[in-house]
């Protein structure tokens, strides 16, 4: 088993762990039969925790998706997990710069907490809120980083040529279309790509976008002061900059 296949298979039993003391979930009643499940605290670091559950439990959906030959779909996935890991982080530096939170933060964490609507009714009539944008959340991202020891312009250009390339997929973009093609059958392939190479492709693609996950999980364990997490995350991911763990094979295809 490869470093990455041991680290992936490790990610859901962390998430857990820190999940573990904002148990049980609280049932709050909704109408007459509806019920709404919450954490303990509706604090920054359930938001981080929430997210986290999501980033990895949509890692492992793409990773499926890559195995079948769903490649466009893996990707569209991924950049859920993206936006996911871009949340945690900013969330988390906020927290450990101290201080009060960056108002986009803080009116980022009141809204994940405020009830979906459950009818159209209900939503017709309910206040229209503006959430948090994306870039909103970026900006704050980077303007914590410029703190850091880092490179925070390449960082943040990086990060959004990532998110563009993610994007294509979510949009259907032209390319990624003309990526389902086979030529071989001179038909676009629906049913899951059936060339191994590509289904590897978006597999490595996949473990990749794990370091972030990682990340994400370290960063929680230390705001949520889980140590055990935290040094298991942090021996997690120095060992994956220090190597290349998205290599994996065995994703059954043709050539």
């Excluded at 298979?9 to 499940?37: F, H, I, M, Q, Y």
């Excluded at 980033?55 to 993206?82: D, K, N, P, Q």
């Excluded at 405020?114 to 309910?126: F, G, I, Q, S």
Aim: proline letters at 4%.
């Amino acid at each position: 088993m490869s470093l990455g296949q041991e680290v992936f298979e490790k990610l859901d039993g962390w998430a857990n762990s820190l999940v573990s003391p904002a148990l049980p979930l609280r049932a709050t009643p909704e109408g007459e039969s509806e019920v709404r499940l919450e954490f303990k605290q509706q604090i920054p670091q359930s938001v981080m925790i929430g997210k986290l559950i999501r980033a990895v439990s949509g890692l492992r959906g793409a990773f499926v998706l890559a195995e079948a030959g769903h490649i466009t779909e893996c990707a569209a996935v991924l950049r859920i997990v993206s936006d996911l890991c871009t949340e945690i982080s900013t969330i988390g530096l906020s927290l450990h710069r101290g201080g009060d939170l960056p108002a986009a933060v803080k009116d980022f964490v009141a809204q994940y907490f405020v009830p979906r609507a459950r009818t159209p009714d209900e939503l017709a009539t309910a206040e229209r809120m503006r959430y948090v944008s994306r870039e909103a959340l970026m900006k704050v991202h980077k303007a914590l980083a410029d703190s850091q020891p880092i490179d925070s312009t390449l960082l943040d250009r990086s990060h959004r040529f990532v998110n563009m390339a993610y994007d294509s997929y979510v949009h259907g973009a032209y390319e990624t279309t003309m990526e389902l093609w086979n030529p071989r059958r001179g038909a676009f392939e629906m049913r899951g790509h059936p060339s191994q190479a590509k289904r590897e492709e978006f597999v490595e693609v996949v473990f990749l976008k794990m370091h972030a996950v990682v990340v994400a999980a370290e960063l929680t364990a230390a705001m949520t002061a889980h140590s055990e997490v935290f040094a298991q995350a942090r021996e997690a991911r120095r060992a994956m900059d220090a190597t290349e763990p998205w290599k994996y094979r065995g994703v059954e295809g043709s050539a």
